[in-house]
């Protein structure tokens, strides 16, 4: 199996970078693959203007399309709150009702797109919804080819799970490119463009928990790999098909990866059994 090590946009980001805690596991866990005599690890980035597309700085990059395909997000909850639900609500009502996670968090914009300039216009929704695809598709490919690697590895996240009190206050912690620590109000820069990179392509992913931080908080690698040709993107039998063949190469990433114990999945707290009880 070779599987590719990008450093960008995952590990080193324009604006923000693996903090120390998902640099160290993400490092652990390249090494562990190493150590195994099937696996060949692969050195090597995306080609400048790959990477220009691929990462946000495009107005035309996979990232700005995926907020743009947000403009339809409201009109599909309010179809499936009236379809499957039967509810007689409005959207209006299921914004309002929505919860906020503090200061950093607040799920209800994402209802909001046609409004909020953030999430593009129209032309980039029906753009993101079909002209891009091949394109995006191509240059993301492009990696696997030149490279010719099976899997790619990233971080999980640029930062582990900031606390309920940093979440709730607005304080999140984040690592800055060039090293220094911010605090911010939102929690997504730490996730971006880990959960949004290329969502419009159909790209196998798989999460891997590589056990705990330093202070105690869950960490993870993910494992990326080359996105179903254009022409089957809509072939349910050849999805599952490339998602199949792709968890049989992950599957042998993630035991060496677990090899190293310092990098298995530690059970959260409320899924440990209790200690027998003894009678005094």
Known sequence: IRIGTPQAPFVVGAEYRADKHMASKYALAVEALKARAAVAVVEGEWSTKAL???????????????????????????????????????????????????????????????????????????????????????????????????????????????TLAQTADGTVPIESSDGSTTHLASVWPSVYPHNEACKSLHIPKLSVPTGMSADGRPT???????????????????????????????????????????????????LVPPPPFKRE
Do not use: C, K
């Not at 953030?118 to 980039?124: K, L, R, V, W, Y």
């Open 220 to 270: 993870g690698i993910q494992l990326w790999g080359r996105a179903l040709p254009y022409e089957e993107m809509f072939d349910d039998a050849s999805s599952t098909r490339h998602s199949v063949t792709f968890l049989h190469l992950a599957a042998q990433a993630v035991e060496a990866i677990h090899a190293d114990a310092d990098l298995r999945r530690v059970p959260p707290i409320i």
């Open 52 to 162: 220009e597309v691929l990462s946000s700085s495009d107005p035309n990059s996979p990232q700005r399309n995926t907020r743009a395909l947000y403009r339809s997000f409201g009109g599909q909850v309010a179809q499936w709150v009236q379809e499957y639900l039967g509810a007689r609500v409005s959207l209006g009502d299921v914004i309002e009702d929505i919860g906020r996670a503090g200061v950093s968090h607040n799920p209800s914009r994402l209802l909001r797109p046609p409004y909020d300039d953030n999430f593009g216009d129209e032309t980039s929704f029906r753009a993101a919804i079909g002209p891009t695809l091949p394109q995006h598709l191509a240059l993301y490919n492009s990696y696997f080819d030149e490279h010719d690697v099976d899997l790619i590895i990233l971080p999980a996240a640029y930062s582990a799970p900031p």
